[in-house]
C-alpha cells in the first residue's frame, strides 16, 4: 500500500533574504540628489544671511540713535539710510541725492512703507536750530527706518 503521496515531496526551499548592502543604483541615484539638494540649499541660505549682514548691522547701529538730541539724531538718521543705501544700490544710483530727491529714493525702494511727515525733518538736520521732534515724530522715524532697512528692494 502506498503512503500519502504528499509525504514524498520537499520541504521548500527559501532563499537567503535580501541584504542591504551593496545599494541599488536607484538608491546611490535618490542619495546623491538629496545630498545636492540639501548641500545647494545651506549654501543659499548662507549667501542669503552674508548677504543680509549690513541690514542687521545698520538696526543693531539704529538702537543706538534714539538717545541722541535731534540735531544729531536726524544726521545720524539720514547718514545710516545713506549707508545703507549705498551699500545696495551703489554710490552712482544714490551717493548725491538729498532733501527731496532723497526722499522720493526712500520711497521709491519700499512705496509699500508708509512714509511718516516727520520725514520731512531730514531735510532740517543741518539748520542751526531745527524744529524739535515730538517723541511720537521720533518714534515713527525709528520705525520707518527699521522697516526701510529690513524691507527695501532692489
Request: hydrophobic share 45%; glycine share 4%; proline share 6%.
Amino acid at each position: 500500500m502506498m503512503g500519502d503521496p504528499l509525504d514524498l515531496l520537499e520541504d521548500i526551499i527559501l532563499p537567503e533574504p535580501i541584504g542591504l548592502w551593496p545599494l541599488a543604483s536607484s538608491v546611490w541615484v535618490t542619495l546623491f540628489i538629496v545630498l545636492a539638494v540639501l548641500i545647494g540649499l545651506i549654501w543659499y541660505f548662507w549667501q542669503r544671511h552674508k548677504k543680509a549682514a549690513y541690514r542687521r548691522e545698520a538696526i543693531a547701529n539704529l538702537s543706538d540713535l534714539a538717545q541722541r538730541d535731534d540735531t544729531e539724531f536726524l544726521s545720524q538718521l539720514n547718514a545710516l539710510l545713506k549707508q545703507v543705501a549705498i551699500t545696495t544700490y551703489g554710490r552712482a544710483a544714490c551717493g548725491g541725492l538729498n532733501n527731496q530727491a532723497w526722499l522720493a529714493f526712500l520711497k521709491s525702494k519700499a512705496a509699500f512703507i508708509e512714509h511718516p511727515n516727520a520725514l520731512q525733518k531730514l531735510e532740517q538736520r543741518y539748520q542751526a536750530q531745527p524744529n524739535p521732534l515730538t517723541p511720537p515724530e521720533r518714534e515713527s522715524l525709528i520705525y520707518f527706518a527699521q522697516r526701510w532697512i529690513r524691507e527695501h528692494h532692489l
